[in-house]
């Protein structure tokens, strides 16, 4: 749980202290436009961006009634933002799982990408997808660039 907001918090510092050594130095607009930067960018990279993680075998239940696609991510992964931004409101009708917090779904991601936890993968119909995602039907919009490396943790 703590991992999933690390980055998030530590643009939080970052972005305080940043911002009160500007205002020190006697530039508190300056402090202020670089402390919402910095709150945009712990915003986009928590976990609040996505939709309500499930867990893995819970996700594929559900994907097997409903015939909806399963998004194994986590946060910080720029690839999952990208993914996440282009999905728009669509994608809250997907099954997102965080593969930090469900070691079921890290264990599938790792199953499905030759040991590594790359992500996104998406398991559409049963059948995991890493890459060149736009070419995946999701029924909800195109997805992605071909060929985008995702983000890989070595296992």
């Avoid at 690390?6 to 911002?19: E, I, N, Q, R, Y």
């Avoid at 050594?21 to 961006?49: C, D, E, K, T």
């Avoid at 994907?63 to 809250?92: E, H, Q, T």
């Avoid at 559409?124 to 943790?153: E, Y």
Wanted: proline share 7%; aromatic share 6%; with cysteine.
């Amino acid at each position: 749980m703590t991992r999933a907001w690390a980055l998030p918090m530590l643009f939080g510092f970052c972005g305080s202290v940043v911002a009160a050594g500007l205002i020190l130095r006697g530039s508190p607009g300056a402090a202020v436009a670089l402390l919402l930067v910095f709150v945009l960018l712990a915003g986009v990279n928590s976990p609040l961006m996505f939709p309500r993680s499930i867990g893995a075998p819970e996700a594929e239940r559900r994907s097997a009634a409903d015939g909806r696609p399963v998004v194994f991510w986590r946060p910080g992964c720029k690839y999952c933002i990208r993914l996440r931004i282009r999905l728009g409101r669509s994608a809250r009708q997907l099954h997102w799982v965080d593969i930090w917090r469900d070691p079921a779904g890290a264990a599938a991601v790792r199953a499905a990408n030759d040991g590594n936890e790359t992500v996104p993968t998406v398991l559409v119909a049963g059948r995991p997808h890493t890459k060149g995602l736009q070419r995946i039907n999701l029924g909800v919009s195109a997805l992605d660039r071909p060929g985008h490396a995702g983000c890989s943790i070595t296992g």
